[in-house]
């Protein structure tokens, strides 16, 4: 389905029930953010912020739930979308026999081509005002966490173009304001528009960028999507909404964007001005991304329609809105996946935890020895799942959208020292337990059934139900503050500690000595974590965990003492320090809002027509807190 504009989609929303008007005023800094991050969490409605102190109101969370997601991509279902692509695929690859076969694909020729984006003469809406005088400082551009460096605009379609061949590309990147007329433009080194920077700056050029907001809320999803390079966007956006996107020629650049959208920012990057620090940001891993350096980007012209509508979204400790855009790229994308490069993938997770880029969960079929390892480095070689930091292969029957189901099979089918794999290779720049940046250990776990030729052993004695005596536990080792063996008492063999972390090689010290007593004979993997955080939130101690751990580095095995017995590994979640683990990297802090700015909210929710009041979120990660700001000390 096509959205004529963004407010065509605000109404769709209010007529399914999934859209709260709040006229009370709520300040952009921070405010929106702690009533969003409460509703997030709830997997509330969008939220429609009308009175922000200038001219514009704020859509947000428009895309936070399934609902909403398939709302916004015009399907009931979006694995609806991916069996659409595979038969797509079938049918243009497939074999012709006869001329009545090839006549037959004309019509499906005809509405592939009806899906090209097309540029359209005279003004769109989206011009339908221009600022006189620019001023990004007009709009109500969100400042989301305590230690930002300032105000971000977190939703922004940006159009570039390759200066060689003209070739589009429209990403999303954060974009920090400065002052009316500067921003910074947060690309990072291994994208399309960084790229593209590279070529403008060979060539001595400024390079131009327009940047869109609002419109049909698809061109928001395909901006983020890991498209193959040279694949237009815009022809991604047109297939899912069955209606080609109009484009129309920006005022001040030479640049085209979707007639339709509400704001359009036209500006440049200059190659060769010195960059601007940027940051720090509350990202999307939970964590602050640092500051660091990033192009100046100059606006020239600010375009927009009447009444527009300035769409926003915050990121932080998920579950939040991206972890649905997310969940539409692995369900839109298992298809070409599927076709193009590992036929025996059945499905694909990323769970929430995991933050898109540290966890992924891959079911197969399988057919011979090896095959999850095939698998996995095939992954780790397809666009953006090479920042895929641990992976899992299962096959059999289990449904990977469970993950205790997950847990159980891998706890089954998992001998430590001899199915799981590690090597090195490139990292999300956003991943702070690299030693390196953007450079990193990765993770693979063989969780399939294994065939002969597979196993360490065939005498090896299956797991057995085992107890822990956690206060004789707890009296031999002082600094283990806290166990959680829920999942052990569920037969799965994995139990997550918390600990004091004092001393270099602790975490390994520690670990041997556990593996050896018999309370821990019958257990095949233990989670360190440090001891501030609350272990008996399972999905706190995963996301923690993925997003702490470097696997290669921060693995530590215990090989079977003979082939009658199990294997064991331990792995480090807790914060890497120079005085206790040689990291040299500053290490970033989690996201939290401040004690005031809870209290407001508190004071003025039953003005906001969200019903009950929603305890915040940070009232329990206040308390986990590293000292310093955006930077632990």
């Known amino acids: 389905m096509a959205y004529k504009n963004l407010q065509h989609y605000i109404q769709a929303l209010e007529e399914a029930g999934e859209l709260v008007r709040i006229k009370e005023f709520v300040d952009p800094k921070l405010q929106i953010t702690e009533i969003v991050d409460r509703v997030s969490k709830q997997y509330g409605p969008a939220l429609l912020f009308e009175n922000t102190g200038t001219d514009f109101p704020v859509l947000i969370n428009s895309m936070g739930n399934y609902k909403r997601m398939c709302m916004a991509l015009g399907v009931e279902n979006m694995d609806d979308i991916s069996k659409e692509i595979e038969g797509l695929f079938k049918m243009l690859t497939g074999p012709k026999d006869n001329i009545m076969d090839k006549l037959k694909m004309l019509p499906k020729l005809g509405q592939i081509s009806s899906w090209m984006p097309k540029v359209v003469s005279g003004r769109g809406e989206c011009q339908e005002v221009v600022m006189k005088d620019p001023d990004i400082t007009k709009f ?65 050029q400024k390079m131009p960028v327009a940047v869109a907001l609002g419109g049909d809320p698809v061109y928001t999803y395909a901006a983020t999507a890991p498209l193959p390079d040279g694949i237009d966007e815009y022809m991604l956006a047109g297939f899912l909404r069955k209606k080609k996107v109009e484009l129309v020629q920006c005022l001040t650049q030479d640049i085209q964007v979707p007639a339709d959208a509400d704001i359009i920012i036209e500006g440049y990057v200059d190659p060769q001005e010195d960059w601007i620090w940027e940051g720090p940001f509350g990202d999307h891993t939970g964590y602050y991304s640092l500051a660091d350096w990033y192009p100046r980007f100059h606006i020239t012209c600010i375009t927009h329609r009447k009444n527009a509508v300035y769409p926003a979204t915050i990121v932080g400790i998920p579950p939040q809105e991206d972890a649905w855009i997310g969940k539409a790229t692995e369900r ?181 000595q556990l593996f050896e007593l018999k309370d821990f004979k019958q257990v095949k993997i233990i989670i360190y974590l440090e001891h501030t955080i609350d272990i008996s939130d399972l999905a706190d101690a995963v996301w923690r965990f993925s997003n702490n751990v470097d696997p290669k580095r921060d693995s530590h095995t215990v090989n079977a003492f003979d082939d009658n017995e199990i294997s064991h590994v331990g792995f480090d979640g807790t914060r890497k320090t120079l005085a206790f683990d040689g990291f040299n990297r500053d290490w970033p802090n989690i996201l939290a809002n401040t004690q005031e700015i809870i209290d407001e909210i508190d004071a003025k929710w039953d003005k906001l027509g969200l019903g009950p009041l929603i305890p915040s979120p940070s009232r329990k990660y206040l308390k986990q807190l590293y000292e310093g700001g955006a930077v632990a000390k």
């Not at 036929?343 to 011979?368: A, C, R, S, T, W």
């Not at 059999?396 to 189901?405: H, K, R, S, T």
């Not at 799965?492 to 041997?512: C, D, Q, W």
Request: include cysteine.
């Open 332 to 512: 839109i994308f298992l298809a070409p996946i599927k076709m193009t490069m590992v036929p025996e993938i059945i499905d694909i997770v990323l769970p929430m935890e995991g933050v898109f880029h540290n966890l992924v969960i891959v079911k197969i079929k399988k057919d011979y020895p090896g095959q999850a390892l095939k698998v996995m480095n095939s992954m780790w070689g397809a666009g953006q799942m090479m920042f895929t930091k641990m992976m899992v292969v299962v096959d059999g029957d289990v449904d990977i959208q469970d993950n205790l189901a997950v847990a159980k099979y891998i706890s089954e089918n998992v001998d430590p020292q001899n199915d799981i794999i590690y090597t090195n290779g490139p990292m999300d720049v956003l991943d702070h337990s690299c030693s390196k940046l953007a450079f990193g250990g990765k993770m693979g776990i063989d969780a399939t059934k294994k065939l002969p030729e597979e196993k360490r052993s065939e005498s090896i004695a299956p797991v057995t139900k085992s107890n822990i005596n956690k206060e004789n536990i707890y009296t031999k080792f002082s600094e283990i503050k806290d166990i959680n063996d829920v999942l052990l008492n569920m037969g799965i063999s994995l139990v997550i500690i918390s600990i004091e972390k004092n001393r270099k090689g602790h975490i390994a010290e520690i670990n041997k």
């Open 140 to 204: 109500p551009v969100l400042t989301c966490w305590p230690e930002d460096g300032g105000p971000f605009i977190t939703l922004p379609v940006i159009h570039t173009k390759d200066p060689n061949t003209g070739i589009r590309n429209v990403g999303m990147y954060r974009m920090q304001v400065f002052e009316p007329t500067l921003t910074g433009m947060h690309w990072h080194k291994h994208k399309v528009s960084a790229r593209h920077f590279n070529e403008y700056k060979k060539l001595g």
